[in-house]
């Protein structure tokens, strides 16, 4: 059974940082998946936020994160990580992780494999 299960959510003021962790279980060689992270926002749809392949390791982010957050990843601890810089409160989301074989994608229907979500909230 698969499970990806995030933390690192919370609280935090406009400027600051979070680091968000995903660490995945039952995936057969997590290395071979191409993992990602999208956000939810109330009333919003599900929104693609950065995502790494599995084969070459290439990284994508959406315009609106670039130069503040950075997707990596650790195949030796099953885990997939977000660095979250510069914070605004636009930010504001559940933060999903999600894993599939194939290249990255940045819709969510390219994933089948989800985690519950943390939560992520920019005061101002």
């Known amino acids: 059974q698969v499970q990806l299960v995030e933390s690192g959510g919370g609280l935090v003021q406009a400027g600051g940082s979070l680091r968000l962790s995903c660490a995945a279980a039952g995936l057969t060689f997590f290395s071979r998946y191409t993992m990602a992270w999208f956000r939810q926002a109330p009333g919003k749809e599900r929104e693609f936020v950065a995502a790494?392949?599995?084969?070459?390791?290439?990284?994508y982010h959406a315009d609106s994160v670039k130069g503040r957050f950075t997707i990596s990843r650790d195949n030796t601890k099953n885990t997939l990580y977000l660095q979250m810089n510069s914070l605004k409160p636009e930010d504001t989301a559940v933060y999903l992780c999600?894993?599939?074989?194939?290249?990255?994608?940045?819709?969510?229907?390219?994933?089948?494999?989800w985690g519950q979500g943390t939560q992520v909230t920019v005061s101002s």
């Open positions: 999600a894993a599939d074989r194939g290249i990255a994608r940045m819709r969510p229907e390219g994933y089948g494999y």
């Open positions: 790494i392949n599995w084969s070459d390791g290439n990284r």
